[in-house]
Nanobody
Framework: VQLVESGGGLVQAGGSLRLSCAASGSTFSINAMAWYRQGPGKQRELVAVITSGGGSTNYADSVKGRFTISRDNAKNTMHLQMNSLKPEDTAVYYC?????????WGQGTQVTVSS
């Protein structure tokens, strides 16, 4: 299984970005999926998680109301819509998926928010 993130970049504070994660390989039975991030000098933290059917989501307090996680199981993709971005959102964002009792990670995509 491979997870590939895309959509990162440089944006001014208050702007928006949409991250995508594409899963390939033996992707049947993908369960929960999530976005994590790791800022400079910080530990990796959970940003948002979505259940297998997409019916339930959860967010870190720091992004509630600004970020929206979604997934398209037919296309094996997951997205993170990020609005009202702040400089403290600057981080490498990682896609994470739980597939048949194994956690998989993408390589990460850099998001930089300038003030």
């Amino acid at each position: 299984v491979q997870l590939v993130e895309s959509g990162g970049g440089l944006v001014q504070a208050g702007g928006s970005l949409r991250l995508s994660c594409a899963a390939s390989g033996s992707t049947f039975s993908i369960n929960a999926m999530a976005w994590y991030r790791q800022g400079p000098g910080k530990q990796r933290e959970l940003v948002a998680v979505i259940t297998s059917g997409g019916g339930s989501t959860n967010y870190a307090d720091s992004v509630k109301g600004r970020f929206t996680i979604s997934r398209d199981n037919a296309k094996n993709t997951m997205h993170l819509q990020m609005n009202s971005l702040k400089p403290e959102d600057t981080a490498v964002y990682y896609c994470n998926a739980y597939i048949r009792a194994t956690w998989y990670w993408g390589q990460g995509t850099q998001v930089t928010v300038s003030s």
